[in-house]
């Protein structure tokens, strides 16, 4: 795969074949001391440790190494050891801008309970022993997310899967899929999510962050990483198709819509590096991969007087796919 940002996309499939050619087009809009609000699931942790470097350490929020909990008591993600929380779908993702602008909060007795501990539908991997500690815990997690985006002048989100889990007592969509923490399990319904579902999901999102801060831009992008399983009833590959190309077409269509909302093709250059883009697992993507694409997508959304574009990488070069 090459990556190259200039002025016009590359528009014949003859020249993108020669090379695997993917263009980020140059269009400068934002600063190197802006700083982005960012969420989406493990592709976007990537994402965020990639522009930390790239920008320096602290610019890409929201930082979740400022949770200080007890883990006797209570587990939080992957905290400390990974300073992200994975959200995986358009609607946890709306959910949290809602919590966040003081929109909606769960109840009070709103948690999973299973052996001896409870659980919080809503954010993944969220235990507590108790209800009470738990609602401090997400008293801790409300700020560090309002923090990161008070913070932000710009917003990056990595869209992953359309098939969701309501949860029944609060119709709110779960962060997790059965058995995931092994709580819940029958308190969700699965939902095979569709365009029209995602499409109001994400305008509401957008809308809400352009009321909030309405110079804020707002980049978007597909997740490459397959579903690990679907509880459809399409074989794998069919179902994973679906999701991504759902996703896909939902985010042209907002992208078109509003102009501070900007989709970049990360989904789509992983896809044309081919078997060289995966880890050996076949899901997560290759760190030098990630590396080039954040690369591109600073160097094609970046002031060139703030940043430098680097250098066409091809085949055979230090940046191979």
Known sequence: MSVRVPRK??????????????????????HRNDHFFLMGSCFAEEIRVALNTELGEGHVGPDMSSVIFDPAVSRV???????HMNTYNAFSIL???????????????????????VQCPYRRLVFSKTPEILAEVTAKLDTAFRAGFAAAEHFVFTYGMTEVFINRASGKVANQRPRYGKAGVEQILYHGSNFADNFAAITRTVDLITAAKPEAKIFVTVSPVPLARTFSDSDIVAANTRSKSTLRAVLA??????????????????????????????????????????RAFVASTFFSDDMTEPERESEGGAGQA
Not at 77 to 83: A, F, G, I, M, S
Not at 96 to 115: A, C, H, T, V
């Open 9 to 30: 996309p590359n528009s014949t499939w003859q020249r993108f074949w020669a090379d695997r050619l993917v263009t980020f087009v140059k269009n400068p809009m934002v």
């Open 77 to 83: 993600d992957e905290l400390p050891e990974r300073n």
């Open 95 to 117: 959910q949290e801008i809602e919590r966040i602008l003081g929109l909606w909060d769960p109840g009070p007795n709103d948690y999973w309970q299973l052996d001896g501990r």
């Open 253 to 294: 269509e907002v992208a078109e819509a509003r102009p501070n909302v900007i989709y970049f093709p990360s989904y789509e250059a992983v896809l044309a590096a081919g078997d060289l883009a995966w880890m050996p697992d076949g899901r997560h993507v290759r760190r030098e991969v990630v590396d080039r694409i954040t």
